[in-house]
């Protein structure tokens, strides 16, 4: 059997028979959520940058602890260990500035804007804190990245952190000035979130860089 | 059964009356690309990224296959004069580099931009933009790549680039560099693309398209999606420590210096193996949503292969070390990496079965798609006995850095990858162009590509048994090589003749082939229920799913209404007016937000543009380029940051 397709004006192979859809505009069967539910694209795509970013994290470390592995001496000779006592304050001051970033999230979520403005300000000075802290300590450094595989481990692991926290910074620029433009209510706050959620992961992978690069190195 | 063809109503091709007309231009006002070369740069839709993304890459695997056909010239007659020993170095790493990072990963991306979104029963990516980015990263990284020819100085280290001999001491010029730099520059690209398809999947589903009736094709969107963002940045990390030590000194792979030569390998190999099975179990989707089709029921063991799929995704990344066999690695690793090879040949033996069990209690059609899955069963499963010899340790040793081993990773990166690629190619060209493919001239295509890839690759097993090392540019007569090197070159010739004969059917079909009907070969899966192309908004009303095959068990296709209420806005026509898609909750599909398709944009091209004056920056050793770079990237980025969500 052949008819005429008169869309296309072709007889239709046999065989390959098309029946269309009829259109049936049909109620989608659960019921409406009464409020929007889930987390925003922007939120996932964040959470999943994270997750590959860390993946680059860890491959510093494992090489960190592979080179370690392999060589006689660590640190090499004429290296001191890390300094830990500036280290460890400065390590609280970091970590501990995903405090205010959780308060303002949370304010943000209640539409009060005030508290979200303050929060990101002081999670930001405690990190820009935490970034003048690295640039001294890397002023203090008595070797330089090319002296030998240590050196390099160590610029390379601290410094992509850095621009880490540098990065955390700017993304935090952009949504205070947003909150200062009043742009953010109880129900439209995405940029907060996903500021929240990338400062967060800034503030964890130090963690596993302090004591990879620095407590663990005081380990025999 | 009446075969009166109508379109489907809710895609209006030819409108029958004038609120029909009217309602179609609206769309097309809402949804349409700016005209001319301005469009080009700012589109956004999903569908001709993906094309682009396919055409793109299908030039490169033509300019990679030409390289190796240059390089059978050379090795077709003991002593031979095509080709000098530094061309030769040059040709295979590039003909190596391309085929993996500027042809397999992204055309398979390609289809994946494609089809996903329709498949699912959404109107676009989750990101729109970022996946034009993705596109233009591409691009710019493979100009980026195959400058190096213009400037004399290709990269010569081999694929993988090994040091020490990839380091400044042995390998000076820029070469290398073009080489390292242009794997990050990719490596963007292909993880952008991974959490895009990632996010589209788990929230941008068609109601009722819950997990377990994911179409196959997507399952292993999602696996590939999750291997590339746990693969790809260590890659990153070794090429970019790789570039550090050239570009300024680091000691990360200097022995004399506490650095390691055999990290470098670690790094790299934690990607690489990963790596094929990103390339492959991409194209086994592919294989499990066509042979279905073509044997007129459902996949049999859907489960199991959802499982294996997972399963090689977790193995996967258990198993790099089987490279690096000869390296001396303590051998209580070795046994372990040893045993990992081994058992991930279960997955991929359930799959297998799968496959024979569905063809086994179907009706086989023999189209051109069905054949090439047919033929890559047949060149997997000779792919699939080597790879097992060779994870063997003992045997391994033996042939390792031989042709028998480059025998084997072309008849798994070749054959079950580019094969599959072809069929795809075959079953789904007619849903993008709106034009069938020539049968005949597809069969020809088929057996002369299945025949001279057999007489190209079989013979390199008994070429590495008889010890000829890979990546030697000549070699002296009378050891008993002469004429298998002789079938071996005549073979990828022949397989050239076979993909270039697609190539012919291609532009044949864009003017005289057939019109294509919107589901020509009664699949099962939802791209196959808009028209042939699809139009700019995939779906005017979201489909309501209700079964894994919603083409075959749900006639007529029941689509949603539009209906006040979160999430409930976009489902109908007048989302589609609206350029929003629904937001759906990622296990069950129920609908929970509604999304706004960002408008054509500059952006993407700007940032990308902003990376590869930064990349072209390192490249020369010139701070102001990169300076200048980062401006451009900088600004894009703010732009962009500014406009997400817009609160």
């Known amino acids: ?220 | 059964m009446a075969t009166t063809e109508v379109p489907p109503p809710s895609v209006p091709v030819h409108p029958d009356d004038a609120a029909d007309h009217e309602r179609h231009e609206q769309l097309e006002a809402v949804w349409g690309d700016p005209p001319g070369i301005l469009g080009f740069f700012k589109t956004v839709d999903h569908k001709r990224i993906g094309i682009r993304y396919i055409y793109t890459s299908f030039i490169f695997f033509f300019i990679a296959g030409l390289l190796a056909l240059v390089m059978r010239a050379q090795l077709a007659q003991p002593n031979g004069t095509v080709l000098g020993p530094q061309s030769y170095n040059e040709f295979f790493t590039m003909h190596g580099t391309t085929m993996i990072f500027l042809f397999n990963t992204p055309v398979l991306a390609g289809f994946g931009n494609y089809l996903l979104p329709m498949q699912i029963g959404t109107r676009d990516m989750a990101f729109p933009r970022l996946n034009a980015f993705s596109f233009w990263i591409f691009v710019l990284s493979g100009i980026f790549l195959y400058s190096s020819f213009v400037f004399g100085k290709a990269p010569d280290g081999g694929w993988f680039a090994y040091t020490p001999l990839t380091d400044r001491v042995y390998s000076g010029g820029v070469n290398l560099d073009f080489w390292g730099l242009a794997v990050i520059f990719t490596g963007i690209s292909t993880t952008v693309g991974a959490i895009n398809f990632l996010v589209t999947t788990f929230k941008l589903r068609a109601p009722g398209m819950t997990l377990n009736r994911l179409p196959i094709y997507v399952w292993s969107m999602v696996v590939f999606s999750f291997m590339v963002l746990f693969a790809v940045p260590v890659v990153t990390t070794a090429a970019g420590l790789l570039e550090l030590d050239r570009l300024f000194g680091t000691q990360f792979f200097v022995p004399a210096h506490g650095g390691s030569t055999l990290l470098y390998q670690h790094l790299f190999w934690f990607w690489g193996h990963p790596e094929v099975y990103i390339l492959f179990v991409p194209a086994t989707g592919m294989v499990s949503l066509i042979i279905p089709v073509f044997a007129r029921r459902a996949l049999a063991g859907y489960i199991w292969i959802v499982t294996a799929l997972v399963a090689v995704g977790f193995i996967s990344f258990g198993v790099w070390v089987h490279h690096m066999f000869a390296t001396g690695v303590p051998s209580l690793a070795m046994s372990f990496f040893s045993a990992a090879s081994l058992i991930i040949t279960i997955p991929s033996g359930i799959q297998f079965f799968a496959w024979i069990a569905t063809m086994w209690r179907g009706v086989v059609k023999l189209t051109t798609p069905m054949l090439f899955m047919i033929g890559f069963l047949l060149i997997f499963l000779l792919g699939g006995i080597s790879g097992v010899m060779v994870s063997v340790l003992p045997f391994d040793w033996q042939v390792t850095d031989s042709y028998f081993v480059v025998a084997h990773f072309h008849y798994v990166l070749n054959g079950a990858v580019v094969f599959p690629i072809f069929g795809a190619l075959y079953f789904w060209l007619p849903k993008m162009t709106g034009r069938m493919l020539s049968e005949r001239l597809g069969r020809w295509s088929f057996w002369t590509m299945f025949i001279g890839f057999n007489l190209a690759f079989f013979p390199m097993h008994i070429l590495g048994f008889l010890g000829m090392p890979r990546r030697i540019y000549t070699y002296p007569g009378g050891l008993g090589w002469d004429t298998l090197n002789l079938i071996v070159s005549i073979g990828s010739l022949v397989f050239a003749l076979g993909t270039l004969l697609t190539l012919i059917n291609f532009f044949w079909s864009r003017t005289r082939g057939e019109h294509a009907l919107p589901n020509p070969w009664s699949a099962d899966t939802l791209e196959w229920a808009t028209t042939s192309p699809p139009p700019d908004w995939n779906f005017e009303a979201i489909p309501l799913v209700e079964s894994r095959h919603p083409l075959w068990d749900q006639q007529p296709l029941p689509v949603c209404a539009s209906e006040p209420g979160p999430g409930l806005e976009a489902l109908g026509p007048e989302g589609a007016l609206a350029r929003t898609t629904p937001f759906t909750t990622g296990l069950r599909a129920e609908p929970a937000d509604t999304m706004h398709i960002p408008e054509a944009t500059y952006l993407p091209f700007i940032l990308a543009v902003g990376v590869a004056v930064i990349i072209v920056g390192l490249l020369i050793d010139a701070v102001l380029v990169g300076v200048l770079g980062l401006a451009i990237g900088g600004v894009g980025l703010l732009r962009w940051a500014w406009r997400t969500g817009e609160h």
């Open chain 1, 1 to 220: 059997m052949t008819t005429t397709d008169p869309a296309v004006g072709r007889p239709e192979a046999p065989g390959l028979v098309y029946s269309p859809p009829v259109p049936l505009l049909v109620p989608v069967p659960p019921p409406p959520p009464a409020k929007r539910r889930g987390y925003s694209t922007g939120f996932w795509g964040i959470a999943l940058v994270i997750t590959t970013e860390s993946m680059i994290f860890l491959a510093l470390l494992a090489s960190y602890f592979f080179l370690r592995a392999t060589s006689h001496q660590w640190p090499p000779p004429g290296i001191e260990k890390p300094d830990l006592q500036t280290g460890w304050i400065f390590s609280v001051v970091l970590i501990g500035s995903s405090i205010p970033v959780l308060w303002a999230e949370v304010a943000i979520a209640r539409g009060k804007v005030g508290q979200l403005r303050a929060g990101l300000m002081i999670s930001f000075l405690m990190g820009t804190a935490f970034l003048l802290y690295t640039y001294d300590d890397f002023q203090k450094l008595h070797f330089g990245w090319k002296d030998n595989a240590y050196a390099s481990i160590f610029y390379v692991t601290v410094g992509l952190h850095s621009l880490h926290v540098l990065a955390g910074l700017l993304i935090s620029l952009v949504t205070q000035v947003k909150a200062w433009l009043g742009l953010f209510d109880a129900e439209h706050h995405v940029s907060v979130q996903i500021f929240s959620l990338y400062w967060h992961f800034v503030d964890g992978v130090w963690i596993f860089v302090f004591s990879s690069l620095f407590l663990s190195a005081h380990i025999r």
